[in-house]
């Protein structure tokens, strides 16, 4: 299957910082790419999508200003968590979609610690 | 609202025992449905896609199938390495190609 590459894949800070997660498509070109959060033994819940080249549409009960996405170009899509605090530790996993085989592909994962 | 629930939510076999794991949905208009296995840690690796009722799809020791209201993973003579969490996943007609998951079946098969 296709690759997407999502780094970091682990990431500890203060409560109060800046943490970004890149999610990069290796071998097709995503317009579209989706962030998604997972806590312990449950399913993916969606946060959002991202368009490359315009707003990012956020599901219900996502704060947009504080989950930030940027989609800047076909390959790469970012998610900041702004002024992190300890209940935004989770795991927060990317896919890329691959609008010719109708499939997502998803990153490894990025596990986020507050603390 | 579109919804998947899959079940059992957790299911345990002996190796070499066959089984099959269940996703019931409901959607307006289904557009795909998705299989992909995720390990601990990981993310989620895809496995098959199914568009209509009929359609069956195999990999390995899996095969997939398809209802107007539920999709079967059928697992045959299951080893140690197909332990996994397996989740499905439904695409609506008209979505900009978003996904809806269910939570999950965790399998273990036992040596």
């Known amino acids: 299957g296709a690759v997407v590459s999502q780094h970091p894949s682990r990431v500890i800070c203060k409560s109060g910082t800046s943490v970004k997660i890149e999610c990069r498509s290796l071998?097709?070109?995503?317009?579209?790419m989706f962030w998604y959060r997972q806590f312990p033994k449950k399913s993916l819940m969606l946060m959002a999508t991202?368009?490359?080249?315009?707003?990012?549409?956020?599901e219900q009960g996502v704060e947009k200003d504080k989950f930030l996405i940027n989609h800047a170009s076909l390959t790469l899509s970012t998610l900041t968590v702004t002024s992190a605090h300890p209940e935004d530790s989770s795991f927060y996993i990317c896919?890329?979609?691959?609008?010719?085989?109708?499939?997502?592909?998803f990153g490894a994962g990025t596990r986020l610690s507050v603390l | 609202e579109d919804q998947v629930t899959q079940s059992p939510e957790a299911l345990r076999l002996q190796e070499g025992e066959s089984s099959s794991l269940n996703c019931s949905y409901t959607?307006?208009?289904?557009?795909?449905l998705f299989w992909y296995r995720q390990d601990p840690g990981k993310g989620p690796e895809f496995l098959f896609t199914?568009?209509?009722a009929g359609e069956e799809k195999e990999k390995e020791r899996l095969k997939a199938t398809l209802t107007k209201k539920e999709s079967f993973l059928h697992i045959t003579a299951p080893k140690p390495e197909d332990s996994a969490t397996y989740l499905c996943?439904?695409?609506?007609?008209?979505?900009?190609?978003?996904?809806?998951f269910g939570a999950g079946t965790r399998l273990t098969v036992k040596p």
């Open positions: 896919s890329a979609g691959d609008r010719v085989k109708n499939i997502q592909y």
């Open positions: 071998d097709f070109q995503a317009t579209t």
């Open positions: 991202s368009n490359e080249g315009s707003k990012a549409t956020y």
């Open positions: 959607v307006s208009g289904l557009r795909g």
């Open positions: 199914l568009y209509s």
């Open positions: 996943a439904v695409q609506a007609r008209g979505n900009n190609n978003d996904m809806r």
